[in-house]
């Protein structure tokens, strides 16, 4: 019998089918409990956005402000985190590591509204004219600016990264999907500057905070399963 090619398949040969399998297994649950999780999450972060403790501080700008400037073409990738973040919960291959990415993504989340609330920041005004965009005018009418340090939306950004790095070891995926999941992790990074929505330290400060929640969560869950 030959040893060709089409007798040693790669190791990422089937990945499609691996992954379609883990995006139908327990659908209905993954469905309802990210729809429940996502309106709990905005509840609280708009109650603590109209109900801080104290005035805000304006965060202030560094030198890595001074690079990202102003694009509304952004605007697709900011709102794109929702779709992101939903991805490893989806792509989950049993119930016990489904229920820890909740209780650990629940955990990053209260740790960040708790710090909105005891510590709220915003960003510097700026002299845009909002009116001009209106996806960019609808997020700033509703999302005043507030809850800025540290970015939630890079936390998440980041702890759904490190998660969906671990599901494409798990199914054996081609090297270029696990490229583009960082990328596009720091595409959505980038979006929150470029959007106005957050200043650089409130970026870093997200990145830190997502960083330290996936690696203790993932660091569990390996000790779980």
């Known amino acids: 019998m030959s040893n060709g090619p089409e007798n040693n398949p790669p190791m990422t040969a089937g990945w499609g089918r691996r992954f379609t399998r883990r995006l139908v297994y327990l659908w209905p649950l993954k469905a309802v409990g990210t729809s429940v ?7 609280g972060y708009f109650s603590i956005l109209r109900a801080p403790l104290s005035t805000p501080v304006e965060m202030p700008l560094i030198w890595l402000d001074r690079w990202v400037r102003f694009n509304p073409a952004a605007f697709p990738v900011y ?48 002299d845009v004219d909002w009116s001009l965009h209106a996806g960019l005018s609808l997020i700033k009418g509703v999302d005043a600016g507030g809850n800025a340090c540290p970015s939630l939306h890079v936390g998440s950004a980041v702890f759904a990264a490190f998660w969906l790095d671990r599901i494409c070891k798990e199914l ?40 330290l929640f996936a690696l203790a969560s993932l660091h569990y869950t390996r000790k779980l399963t």
């Open 37 to 43: 999780f996502m309106t709990l999450f905005f509840w």
């Open 79 to 126: 709102v794109s985190l929702w779709v992101y973040v939903s991805l490893p919960p989806a792509l989950m291959g049993s119930f016990r590591a489904l229920a820890s990415f909740g209780a650990w993504v629940g955990a990053l989340s209260l740790f960040c509204l708790m710090i909105f609330w005891v510590w709220p920041t915003a960003v510097p005004v700026s």
């Open 172 to 211: 054996n995926t081609p090297d270029w999907l696990r490229l583009v999941n960082p990328l596009y992790c720091l595409a959505i990074a980038w979006s929150t500057m470029a959007t106005l929505q957050h200043v650089a330290l409130d970026v870093l400060a997200g990145a830190v905070v997502g960083t």
